[in-house]
């Protein structure tokens, strides 16, 4: 069975350009969730979905973040425009749970995003 | 106070020895996740427990709800086993995970 797929996995970028990383979940798993993750640092929630839904977007900063899930499957995740301090990676996991319970988390290797 | 508190931070021991990460949490939970992060990698889930014992080769882990407690074991440690290893929970309030800050091992030949 495929595990999460995420490209790309490496992206460099100047900054105010805009970046775009698509995230493909385990296949039936409903929930799925973008992380950032800085150096050393744990994961950070962005932005969750149930299905098609965003249950939870609250930490994904909207004025150049957005992401969609249009039909409940694959992902998008897009900075428009990337800033220096986008660099990051940025992951994606998906669970076979949703309404309330997390699952087991799979997530892809990641996408890494330098903005020089 | 960290609502979720892994120790120790880092780890060095030699090729062979017996390893335990410990996990301590604040909050009620439904969910305890233990997951692995090598160097430049994604991450792993290893285990997901709510009671009792798991294991998977030579990975143990143990949680104890009343004392707000989990541990990893890793048996008969190998250089491969380099990594950092995470503990989340999910609070039994909400979905939103808690991570902790994580602990680096170093397993030396």
């Known amino acids: 069975e495929a595990g999460v797929v995420q490209s790309p996995r490496y992206k460099i970028i100047e900054k105010k350009q805009p970046v775009a990383f698509w995230c493909n979940p385990i296949s039936g798993h409903n929930t799925l969730y973008w992380y950032l993750q800085n150096l050393g640092q744990g994961p950070e929630l962005l932005i969750r979905?149930?299905?098609?839904?965003?249950v939870d977007d609250s930490q994904l900063p909207k004025d150049r973040f957005s992401a969609e899930r249009l039909k409940g499957v694959d992902s998008t995740l897009k900075i428009q425009p990337a800033e220096l301090g986008d660099s990051a990676v940025y992951l994606c996991a998906s669970s076979p749970w949703g309404q309330g319970g997390t699952g087991e988390l799979f997530f892809g290797e990641g996408s890494r995003l330098t903005v020089l | 106070k960290n609502e979720v508190e892994q120790s120790p931070q880092n780890l060095t021991a030699q090729e062979g020895e017996f390893i335990t990460i410990n996990c301590s949490y604040s909050v009620g939970i439904s969910a305890l996740h233990w997951l692995q992060q090598h160097p430049g990698g994604g991450i792993v889930s290893l285990f997901m427990l709510s009671s009792g014992k798991k294991k998977h080769g030579r990975l143990i882990a143990t949680i104890n709800i009343q004392e707000k407690h989990s541990s990893l074991h890793i048996t008969a440690s190998h250089p491969r086993d380099s990594a950092v290893y995470i503990c989340a929970v999910q609070p039994d309030s909400n979905y939103q995970l808690i991570w902790g800050a994580g602990t680096k091992l170093i397993i030396k030949p």
């Open positions: 979905y149930e299905n098609e839904e965003a």
